[in-house]
């Protein structure tokens, strides 16, 4: 009987990929070119913060520049420090602790990456080879650890405290959410709930300190602060439900890596916890095997039978809800240009997840 639900697990993989193939795809979505748009308010400071990122390599001993340099080259998103500076405008005028502000958060997030390519085995990321796959593990363990140690100096030279402690305890919370992954991959009893504290802490935790520390230096009044970390936190938590979401629906051309790399690596997402969640002791039972296995084929058949279930529709409703629930927040926030830029950032990621909505 295993080897007849093999059987129907590949031919069912090969149906859907000859279904993508002769199927005519409706134009996809430019997410860069949106978000060119959407920072257009803020692409001279961006600029600044760009170039001060660049800098900070310099801070280093020689010997240690250069590694630094690469990790902070790769020319992301920086979706982190925008979030930063769009706080800032939203609650007042943008001033030097948010360019600060926006530095820091950006030095952590490139920590977090060095590391997320040794625990993931990563060669590339964004077309160029990981740190680990240019110098090894070790080396690049201690990178991260730089970086990491360089974002939390810098953040003492703010004259308030609390934004220095409170820098420290979102990196804390990114630390201990990808812990937390890491010690639960392949752990079939992992549950929804607990999904949702992991990528809280570690993507949620750093969006929402961009924009509440945006707001704190600005002296914003407590609800709107509270209100922009609220923003920060639904914001960073869709948006890694849709980064969820395209490893097991997207176009492997478009997103540059291969898609159902994170079920290979054991990681449960949501889509793939809805599908276990619904499915009957029988039919959990096959899947649990086919996770565990390993099989390629199986794997990408899984990640097809996601899609076919509802179970991807379903994180992709659950990505709506928290984005309208983002977008709710910013009421409180005066109506201001860069208000209506953060409202933008929740539109287009709306758009970017609806693609998967049918």
Known sequence: MQGCRGIDIKLSHLITTLVKTFTKQEPTFDKTQALKSTFEL???????????????????????????????????????????????????KICPSHFDLAVI??????????????????????????????????????????LFAHALKLSTSFPNGEISRRIAHAASDVCSGEIIQTQRRFDLKL???????????????????????????NEASPDVISALRTFGMRLGTAYQIYDDVVDLAGDEAQVGKTLGSDLRKGKLTLPILHLLQHADDAERQRLSEIILSGDEAAILALADLALATGAVK?????????????????????????????????????????????
């Open 191 to 217: 549950s929804v709930p607990d999904y949702y504290k992991i990528i809280e802490m570690k993507t949620g935790a750093l969006f929402a300190a961009a924009c509440e520390l945006g707001a704190f230096i």
């Open 42 to 92: 803020i692409n001279s400071q961006l600029y600044s913060v760009e170039e001060r990122i660049r800098q900070q390599a310099r801070a280093f001993d020689p010997a240690v520049e250069g590694y630094v340099a690469y990790a902070i080259e790769s020319h992301g998103k920086r979706l982190r420090p925008a979030l930063a500076l769009l706080a800032g405008g939203a609650t007042g």
């Open 105 to 146: 958060v950006e030095l952590i997030h490139a920590a977090t990456l060095v590391h997320d390519d040794i625990l993931d085995g990563a060669d590339k990321r964004r077309g160029q080879p990981t740190a680990n796959a240019k110098w090894g593990n070790a080396i690049s363990v201690l990178l991260g650890d730089c």
């Open 314 to 358: 379903s994180a992709v409703a659950t990505c709506g809800k928290m984005l309208r629930e983002a977008r709710a927040q910013l009421e409180i926030v005066p109506a201001n240009k860069h208000r209506d830029a953060l409202a933008n950032l929740v539109t287009m990621l709306e758009t970017m997840i609806a693609q998967f909505a049918s």
